[in-house]
Structure formats: structure tokens, C-alpha cells
């Protein structure tokens, strides 16, 4: 038996928490939040952005770098350089929910979890196979949800579908998001 279309999701754990906690609680108390399609909150609603570049998260910047790079290695076995062209927050209130939908013009996106309980809203993704979902025989879940940790740190292929569940909780949940693109010759 083959499994042919793989995709690799990269969950971790960020090393350093502390430095990159105190940078986003500055951007966080600076943010005027928009409201994205009456689901969600987040810092621009044009995601042209890059908090990264704009408040100079030197550490959170450091951070993904390292673990972009872990990501990559573990499959293309060679160092690619890559920048970070957009970046921005988000804010889940109680009821709040993020659409299912995809940055397919980057080439890895990520989010990190400044501020949660685990309850607050897992994210999902959806099979990118979507005849498989119409299929009887195969029992392959249709999506599948990771809860959201503090501090932690999940890169995926852009093109992969994904959303976030609805916060049921009195807990706010914030991450920050962002987008990769490698340099081509």
C-alpha cells in the first residue's frame, strides 16, 4: 500500500518564548483591530503587512527563520533562502471563527500562538484530495484539527486549506501569521 499525496504539516514548539511573548505584548497593546468578514479580528485586513518588519520583532523573526529552515530541511535536504513577506495578528473572541481558505501565492505559511487556553479555537485543515471526501469505501477524516499551545509554531504548504473552529470560550485567543515566499534565481 502507497500513500501518495503526503503533506507535511511542521508542529513545534518555540525556543524562545519569553523574548518573542515580550515583543508581541508591545504589538498587541499597539493594534487597532479590524474586523475581517464579521468572524474574526486581525491587524490588516489588506494582508499586505509585515508586523515582523514593522514593530522589528528581531527574536519572533529569528525564531521562524530557525524553524522554516528545520521544516524545509527535513525533506529538501538543502538550506533555501526565503523571506518573510507578510505577517499580522489575529484576535478570536468568544463566537469568533476563521473561514477555511488558503495563501496559495506563498510558498510555506505558519501561525504562532501568542495568547491561549488550548480551548479557544483549534486550527483545521482540509484533505487537499477533495474527491477522496466524496469517495464511500475510503474513511480518510476530511479535515483534522490541532488545539492551539502557547508558544507554539505551525508551518504548512500555502495551498493547504485551513481554518480555525469557533472559540466557544470566555478565553481571547491571538496568534500571528505569516507568509514565506523562497528566492528564485
Given at each position: 500500500?502507497?500513500?501518495?499525496?503526503?503533506?507535511?504539516?511542521?508542529?513545534?514548539?518555540?525556543?524562545?518564548?519569553?523574548?518573542?511573548?515580550?515583543?508581541?505584548?508591545?504589538?498587541?497593546?499597539?493594534?487597532?483591530?479590524?474586523?475581517?468578514?464579521?468572524?474574526?479580528?486581525?491587524?490588516?485586513?489588506?494582508?499586505?503587512?509585515?508586523?515582523?518588519?514593522?514593530?522589528?520583532?528581531?527574536?519572533?523573526?529569528?525564531?521562524?527563520?530557525?524553524?522554516?529552515?528545520?521544516?524545509?530541511?527535513?525533506?529538501?535536504?538543502?538550506?533555501l533562502e526565503f523571506d518573510v513577506v507578510t505577517s499580522w495578528m489575529t484576535k478570536f473572541n468568544k463566537g469568533m471563527y476563521g473561514v477555511c481558505h488558503e495563501h496559495g501565492w506563498s510558498d510555506i505559511?505558519?501561525?504562532?500562538?501568542?495568547?491561549?487556553?488550548?480551548?479557544?479555537?483549534?486550527?483545521?485543515?482540509?484533505?487537499?484530495?477533495?474527491?477522496?471526501?466524496?469517495?464511500?469505501?475510503?474513511?480518510?477524516?476530511?479535515?483534522?484539527?490541532?488545539?492551539?499551545?502557547?508558544?507554539?509554531?505551525?508551518?504548512?504548504?500555502?495551498?493547504?486549506?485551513?481554518?480555525?473552529?469557533?472559540?466557544?470560550?470566555?478565553?481571547?485567543?491571538?496568534?500571528?501569521?505569516?507568509?514565506?515566499?523562497?528566492?528564485?534565481?
Open positions: 500500500m502507497l500513500e501518495l499525496f503526503p503533506t507535511k504539516v511542521y508542529l513545534n514548539n518555540v525556543v524562545a518564548f519569553k523574548e518573542i511573548q515580550e515583543e508581541l505584548k508591545v504589538v498587541a497593546d499597539d493594534m487597532e483591530w479590524q474586523n475581517l468578514w464579521d468572524t474574526h479580528l486581525i491587524s490588516d485586513d489588506s494582508f499586505r503587512d509585515n508586523l515582523i518588519k514593522q514593530y522589528n520583532l528581531t527574536a519572533f523573526e529569528a525564531e521562524v527563520r530557525s524553524q522554516v529552515r528545520d521544516y524545509i530541511t527535513q525533506w529538501q535536504k538543502t538550506d505559511s505558519g501561525v504562532y500562538y501568542y495568547q491561549t487556553n488550548g480551548e479557544d479555537g483549534d486550527i483545521y485543515f482540509q484533505t487537499p484530495v477533495l474527491a477522496q471526501t466524496t469517495c464511500f469505501w475510503d474513511s480518510t477524516p476530511n479535515t483534522v484539527s490541532f488545539p492551539p499551545c502557547p508558544g507554539g509554531i505551525i508551518l504548512f504548504p500555502g495551498w493547504l486549506r485551513h481554518g480555525v473552529h469557533s472559540n466557544t470560550t470566555d478565553h481571547t485567543r491571538m496568534s500571528v501569521s505569516f507568509n514565506i515566499t523562497f528566492k528564485r534565481s
